[in-house]
């Protein structure tokens, strides 16, 4: 090469390094002018490891080929090589047909698990672990109430910011549940610094886990997963991760069939602005109702309020056809269900009445069990007026319901004593001054005699009691609900019909 040559290129080289500098104005480089910073090897090069190759800094030219393959490329924890892996490599090896269910259900959630894994460069191994968790059930609940894919308990759940209420449970949500657990799994992970710790943690609590590592710590002895004293649900849980990671890594060795998952979204979050029924959302969507909801578990009821829930999942085909269909709409009104707080506590029947709807409809649609009130400040779903708006955010987000038991009263007379006014009257009973009033037909301000007799609608067991201690004298049982307006007895049995209370009936007290 001569000289005029050598000049050229280090001119050339000269120029190139001037593009990539910062600019004289002192700013720094924007988005679209700065260049990549190149990394040159120093000293021999050598060929990459086969782990090395999988690294996220190493892009491949072609995608994998199906999803399994990507999840296997992803695998990033160590391997755990005991008799209890056998042991559950065995216990599903033998089980084709759960293996077969359990993947087919999974096949619409895994590829957005593993999206979020990738995107914060987590080991893919943990997109097996709702197989062990809940068979990728998102409508799985544990003896001990755990709930969902990933198995929040209600306090983790509430901790992880997954609401539960009347109307939804985000830890069956597929994003929020995932978020959440992810979220989860690396605190415990920066905790131990240990992939094996941090799922025994995930399994029997972070305090647990560091409780037996510091009694190993005590004991000179070692720290690691298969060195800690443990219950045998945790012993055996990473080997069950472990020998689900090795049926995937090598489905033939094990004589799996796995579904084809391909390597592309299962499903679109889409956005929705107003109160929607779920009947509706499945009719301009074009899919089954049961298919809709099983990428939308957390929905407790027939409606979907926009203000707690403003997205909903759809098959990724079948997002576009929504979208379409609901601009396209216009036979009415979005939702047929509403929510309405009640002002005080009240029966089933009072409840079902102002609602405009039959009490068993009002018990259906409320899960409300028999025998019970409503109290006051519960969230009802009832039909949808024509004048009533959508849900506010507050109510979507925080609603509940709440029951106390309806109580059986008796009525009882009862004797003043020296000195008793109406208020002390009721303050010994624990009822109101008012109902004592009504009663007996007196005026608030009625003064009262030594040994007058007044009528009270008691509990049962503090009219029993009232009856033993001479008192006052046992009457006729009074089942009645706390705003009824007449109350039907049961007659003593010596008696061959029913009777009515009089003077327009009785409502009945509970202990508070």
């Not at 160590?78 to 084709?96: A, F, G, I, K």
């Not at 707690?308 to 085909?317: N, V």
């Not at 009002?362 to 009832?382: C, F, V």
């Given at each position: ?154 306090a983790t759940g509430t901790y992880f910011d997954l609401k539960q209420n009347s109307f939804r449970d985000d830890r069956r949500d597929v994003m929020a549940s995932t978020r959440a ?309 049961a007659v003593p049995r010596n008696e061959g019909k029913t009777a009515v209370a009089q003077k327009g009936g009785t409502p009945s007290k509970r202990k508070r």
């Amino acid at each position: 090469m001569n000289l005029r040559h050598i000049l050229l290129l280090c001119s050339a080289l000269w120029l190139a390094g001037c593009a990539t500098t910062t600019p004289t104005d002192g700013t720094a480089p924007n988005a679209s002018t700065a260049s990549v910073t190149s990394h040159i090897p120093q000293g021999p090069l050598s060929p990459l490891s086969n782990k090395s190759a999988r690294g996220g800094k190493v892009a491949s030219l072609t995608p994998p080929a199906d999803l399994w393959e990507r999840i296997r490329n992803g695998f990033a924890m160590p391997d755990l090589e005991q008799d209890l892996v056998q042991n559950q490599e065995q216990w599903y090896s033998s089980r084709p047909d759960y293996i077969q269910r359990m993947t087919e259900r999974s096949s619409k959630y895994l590829f957005y698990i593993v999206e979020e894994l990738e995107r914060r460069d987590m080991p893919t191994e943990l997109a097996l672990l709702p197989y062990i968790e809940s068979a990728f059930n998102p409508q799985a609940v544990s003896s001990a109430k755990a709930a969902g894919m990933w198995q929040f308990m209600p306090a983790t759940g509430t901790y992880f910011d997954l609401k539960q209420n009347s109307f939804r449970d985000d830890r069956r949500d597929v994003m929020a549940s995932t978020r959440a657990a992810l979220d989860y799994l690396q605190k415990l992970y920066n905790m131990f610094g240990d992939w094996h710790l941090a799922l025994a943690a995930y399994n029997w609590g972070e305090g647990s886990v560091g409780r037996a590592i510091k009694r190993n710590q005590t004991l000179g002895l070692g720290t690691g997963y298969t060195e800690l004293n443990m219950p045998a649900e945790t012993r055996n849980y990473v080997p069950k991760l472990q020998a689900v990671k090795n049926i995937i890594a090598q489905p033939g060795r094990f004589s799996a069939q796995l579904p084809l998952i391909e390597n592309h979204p299962y499903f679109q979050a889409v956005e929705i602005t107003r109160d929607i029924d779920v009947a509706l959302v499945a009719k301009l969507a074009d899919v089954r109702e049961e298919d809709f909801r099983a990428l939308n578990p957390s929905f407790h009821k027939p409606v979907i309020l926009a203000a707690g829930t403003p997205q909903i999942l759809l098959p990724w085909d079948n997002a576009k056809v929504f979208r379409r269909n609901l601009e396209a709409y216009d036979k009415g009104q979005h939702a047929s269900w509403t929510v309405w707080v009640l002002p005080r506590t009240m029966s089933v029947a009072d409840a079902a009445q102002r609602a405009g709807m039959s009490e068993y409809d009002l018990r259906t649609a409320n899960n409300i069990p028999p025998r019970m009130l409503i109290k006051s400040g519960s969230a009802l779903m009832i039909p949808r007026t024509g004048e009533a708006g959508d849900v506010s955010g507050q109510v979507a987000d925080t609603a509940s319901i709440a029951f106390a038991p309806e109580v059986t009263t008796r009525r009882s007379t009862v004797k003043a004593r020296k000195g008793d006014t109406i208020i002390s009257i009721a303050r010994r009973y624990n009822v109101s001054s008012s109902d004592v009033v009504s009663w007996n037909d007196l005026r608030p301000n009625a003064s009262l005699r030594s040994g007058q007799s007044l009528t009270m609608y008691l509990p049962a067991r503090v009219a029993a009691s009232v009856a033993s201690s001479g008192n006052g004298r046992q009457q006729t049982v009074t089942k009645v609900s706390r705003n009824s307006k007449t109350a039907v007895k049961a007659v003593p049995r010596n008696e061959g019909k029913t009777a009515v209370a009089q003077k327009g009936g009785t409502p009945s007290k509970r202990k508070r």
